[in-house]
């Protein structure tokens, strides 16, 4: 790829970002990219700062110093009104689902298309049954609400929502957490095909070595309050680094490579 055209495909550009919390510095001088299209998996140790990455990117946490370029734009040299704009064109899904427990699946997702594309409550819960039927729910889901659902079923629910607005960059924090395997093997597959099928990027923080393996084209590794190493898992495999070898190199990484190997065998 042409240093001009990875200019013009890359969708967020981070750099020398720095995030404190009292005397806890978190990032410093962090630098990292997200292409057009690609799933870009962020992993790190516990507080290396991987869901802090992806909050001050969604502007949820307001960096101490650096610049996040979205779109070609500088978020923090944006007016409110501009920056919402931009922000719209983001999708989020937090670990826990952050449904509204008191509202059924369809009015969740009904619910950002009635605020921010100012539809009526009619249109809004018709797109949302065809959002909610797009990540695999059934009709008979659509008017529980979330305390009536499994694990798997309220992470699609609230895939649907950060879906509705169309995103052009999805971020995802931890989305397999809490589902058994077979559950989160079924979500990493649907994170795939929504991708290839609707062109978004994928900003993925995650711990779990099988959705790295089945789903990123590219890894980012956080360490010492900056990104060690990034790029394909084979080059973040090869990195001389004692927590890249503990973990890509340990038991489960192993077990995970095994199966990612026996899965193309398959596809050939």
């Known amino acids: ?92 899904l937090f670990q826990s689902g952050a449904l509204f427990s008191s509202l059924t699946l369809q009015e969740n997702v009904a619910l950002p298309l009635i605020e921010h594309a100012r539809l009526s409550r009619e249109d809004a819960e018709h797109l949302a049954r065809v959002k909610l039927a797009l990540v695999g729910l059934s ?22 929502r950060a879906l ?42 995650t711990h779990d070595l099988d959705t790295l393996y089945s789903t990123c084209d590219r890894v980012a590794v956080l360490s010492n309050k900056r990104v060690l190493v990034d790029g394909t898992l084979e080059t973040v495999e090869s990195t001389d680094d004692p927590w890249i070898r503990d973990y890509f190199h340990g038991p489960r990484g192993r077990a995970a490579q095994h199966t990612r190997t026996a899965n193309s065998g398959e596809t050939e």
């Not at 979205?70 to 719209?88: C, I, K, M, N, T």
Request: hydrophobic share 45%.
């Open 1 to 92: 790829m042409s240093e001009q055209s990875s200019q013009q495909d890359i969708v967020i550009r981070v750099r020398k970002l720095c995030n404190r919390f009292g005397n806890n510095e978190v990032h410093k001088n962090l630098d990292l990219d997200l292409y057009r299209r690609e799933i870009l998996g962020v992993v790190g140790g516990s507080g290396t700062g991987k869901s802090v990455l992806l909050r001050s990117i969604v502007g949820l946490v307001q960096p101490d110093s650096g610049a996040i370029e979205v779109f070609g734009q500088e978020l923090q040299a944006l007016s409110p009104d501009q920056r919402s704009r931009v922000e719209r064109r983001f999708g989020v």
């Open 139 to 160: 009709a008979n889901a659509y008017t529980m609400v979330p305390a009536q659902l499994s694990g798997g079923m309220v992470k699609r629910a609230a895939l649907a």
């Open 164 to 205: 509705a607005l169309d995103p052009e960059v999805l971020f995802l924090d931890e989305p397999t957490a809490g589902l058994d395997p077979i559950g989160a093997a079924a979500f990493d597959r649907l994170i795939v095909t929504l991708r290839d099928a609707l062109g978004f990027s994928v900003f993925l923080v």
